[in-house]
């Protein structure tokens, strides 16, 4: 690298931390010009209404498809007129389910049929009919304090993945051709994959697919991408939306025994901050939600690395559920 | 960078700086509230804590003890320790922050203490000082270098900690680095990084500042 | 693997883990003691290369001593966990990078202790050497760095405790270690499984021993090459060494 570029590099770098702060600084300092702005309308809809919405935190687990979803329900309660508090990326289920019970949180999106297993401790009730899933969710969560809003008709689901010369060689196309190999592979995923009923002892139960070891990395993220890519494990637990897998050539792997039930994105929220109006906000946006535009959205967040704010806010828009 | 997320962002990408201007901002509050909270809890602990020590000879072995083994447990495991008790509030990330500054605290004010000459503190009893007088007009002046250099270090340490408080939900500019890693997007995470850096640097020189103001006296710093 | 599906009590599976077997799929505790060690040995040594030679020629040469402390006290301002995020997003995932970032922790303590330890042996033991007609390379290796071992330990000691305890961070990039059964502990839910708290528990107890066993390891080491008489020197001048270690970097950063 010549200096020049090294120079221009820095140059760069330096430009970008002071326009970093300055956008920052700007943004806060019109930020009580724009509150006024946006709170004359929304004071004059609440006059018309004749109550204050309050605000809301919305929370997510810590992979992509989540931010964006989680983002879409803030932008759409903010658009109602709730003020949001966003609070993304906090980690695996295990850690955002308790957030939302003992109310650090008010909303995430939740997929129905893992939450169900999640819930009920792996006792299988959950199955590929959402609304069956879905009443089973609700009376779950009822004891927990929680709302299971309307299911969107977006899914996405866990599924194994494996490189396409790995599918070549092995002869792999679904799950069930893995229960003869996966004792001499290693598969990738989140390091709550051994414990949830879906995942590890999901895939032992009913294919009877037992890998020989596993590696604790990342929910379908960086790193468990890597792993795959590199050859460091065989097969990685990604999500069946993420285009990742098509942009690499890389094979999901059927699940022909129907392990994975339905996983239709829903809104959970905590009852006690729930209102009308935040039901209507959140269902409108699951009212636009569908496998296709959901695997459109993460293919734009993945491979062309745009921002979940600003897809979620486009698509939203487009779809006249803000604007 | 990953082969396998398809370049189509620019380096340095101005669009993302542009439309999160505003977030950076705001987690760069949090970052700071993180630090500052956590420096001055432990500052109020540690004070009378080495008081205690430097007065009571016998009790600043077992407590500077306790400082060297809780320096080896990694923040992470505090952090993540702490998660079932307190859920991913301020308070998870504020705990163990506070405890690593108490440490660092409470080991450069015993010295500071110690490093005040005995023969000064002879005279100044001579001339009547009692302890409250003694210690605030001149141990405390005297000491005063080296405890803001603890101030120093602590404050510069947590700085660093409080970005890991991204992998429990807080975390200020952590979180920007962590999504911008989760993203393979280089530019948020150098940004979070760097500007972390920067505010470390920042707030050192302050302090040294601040140093400087309130022991003139004193021509080098103690660090 | 089979330790997710086995119906034993799970006192009898920690003990299995502790004998090397695979708890609830993380690797037994003497795999992830030995990648622990492995990293963060490897990134001591590397510390060491990229510090001492630079330290002992500035501090012999008397050069840049104000930019020399200030600068491995500015290494202090890097974020271990930023600094790891960004080294793999622009250098991609490898195991050479990411010693090279622990490292890089390691540099500011050993570097800061041995400028000063260097820089305040007495000059008048180094003017009577150069009397003697040491060159300045015996002069470096016979007078002063004996007499400033004690102080170098002392940060190669402060040095090892920050890489044990940043070590654990591998584990957020896939690398395993002691991170690995903490980052797995939290993300199976601490308050919903006994394992997920066996793990996250265990996790921390045991990157603390590693961490307390190797600076143990260090002070032996250190007993055996310190000069016997500078170790009853220092003992005897316990106020002295305390007031330079003060000045040297002997605080842990913890990570």
Known sequence: MSDMTTRRRWSALLLMLVLALVAGACASDTEPDEETAADAPAGSEEAASGEDLGSLVVGSTNFDEQELVAEMYALSLEDAGFSVERRYQLGSREVVLPALTSGEIDVYPEYVGTALEFLNGGAGEATGDTAATTELLRAAFAEQGVDVLEPSEAQDKNGLVVRAETAE???????????????????????????????????????????????????????TIEALDSGEIDVALLFTTDGVIAANDWVLLEDDMDLQPAENITPVIRAEASSPEAVAALDAVSAVLTTENVTEMIRQLRVDLADPSEVAEAFLTEQGVIG | MSPLLAQSRPFPDW??????????????????????????????????????????????????????????????????????????????ALIPLTLYTLLILVRNTIAGLDSVPSEVVEAARAMGFREAALLRSVELPLALPVIIAGVRIATVTTIGLVTVTALIGQGGWGQIILSGFQRQNLTPTLVGFLLSVVLAVTL?????ALERRLSPWSRKAAR | MRGVLAQESLTAEVLAWLRGQDFRAIDGVP???????????????????????????????????????????????????????????????????????????????????????????????????????????QQLFQVELPLASPVIMAGVRTATVNIVAT?????????????????????????????????????????????????????????????????????????????????????????
């Open chain 3, 31 to 137: 795999q992830l003691i030995g990648q622990h060690l492995m990293l963060s040995a490897a990134a001591l040594v590397l510390a060491c290369l990229l510090a001492l030679p630079l330290a002992l020629y500035l501090a012999h040469h008397r050069r840049a001593p104000v930019l020399s402390i200030n600068a491995a006290n500015a290494f202090r301002a890097i974020p271990a966990f930023g600094l790891l995020l960004v080294a793999f997003q622009l250098g991609g995932f490898s195991t050479l990078l990411l010693v090279l970032v622990f490292a890089l922790i390691g540099v500011a303590p050993i570097f800061a202790n041995t400028y000063i330890g260097i820089q305040q042996v007495d000059r008048e033991v180094v003017d009577a050497a150069a009397g003697m007609g040491l060159t300045g390379r």
């Open chain 3, 167 to 255: 070590v654990t961070l591998a584990s957020v990039v896939g690398f395993g270690g002691l991170g690995s059964p903490i980052l797995s502990g939290l993300a199976r839910g601490l308050q919903f499984s006994a394992s997920a708290r066996v793990l996250a528990i265990g996790g921390a107890v045991l990157v603390a021993l590693v961490s307390i066993g190797a600076e143990a390891a260090l002070g032996a080491l250190q007993r055996r090459i310190v000069p016997e008489g500078l170790q009853l020197r220092e003992a005897a001048r316990a106020s002295r060494a305390a007031a330079i270690e003060q000045m040297a970097d002997s605080t842990p950063s913890p990570t």
């Open chain 2, 204 to 208: 050192d020189l302050l302090l040294v």
């Open chain 1, 169 to 223: 060689e092995l002869d792999l196309s679904t799950v069930s051709d893995l229960a003869a190999v996966a004792g001499e592979l290693t598969l990738g995923g989140p390091p709550e994959c051994p414990e949830r009923p879906l995942c590890i002892p999901g895939y032992a139960d009913v294919y009877g697919v037992t890998f020989g070891d596993f590696r604790a990395l990342d929910a379908g993220g960086p790193v």
């Open chain 2, 15 to 92: 669009e993302w700086i542009q439309r999160n201007g505003d977030i950076v901002l705001e987690q760069g509050v949090q970052h700071v509230q993180l630090t500052v909270a956590a420096v001055a809890i432990g500052f109020l602990i540690a004070f009378p804590l080495a008081l205690l020590a430097s007065r009571r000879r016998r009790l600043a072995g077992p407590v500077l003890q306790v400082t060297g083994v809780l320096f080896t447990i990694p923040s992470l495991a505090l952090f993540v320790g702490l998660v079932p008790l307190t859920g991913l509030s301020t308070t998870t």
